[in-house]
């Protein structure tokens, strides 16, 4: 996979993302890009679930792989 489709994938995954939990923000999306623990924490925080609801969220709608 090269640099434009790991783009690609990240742009996609922040569109669901945000449509998951409307409470972040471009600024957390863009902030935590490649860091997915800091990712789940920032939702954790926003949203106040578990980090394993966060977790499984993420892995059921988005192949971060």
């Not at 980090?51 to 192949?63: G, H, M, N, Q, Y």
């Amino acid at each position: 996979m090269n640099s434009l489709e790991i783009k690609g994938n990240w742009n996609i995954a922040k569109g669901k993302l945000k449509q998951k939990w409307g409470q972040l923000t471009d600024d957390d999306l863009d902030y935590v890009e490649g860091k997915q623990d800091e990712l789940v924490g920032r939702i954790q925080k926003r949203t106040g679930q578990t980090k394993e609801e966060v977790e499984k969220a993420i892995k059921d709608f988005c192949d971060c792989r």
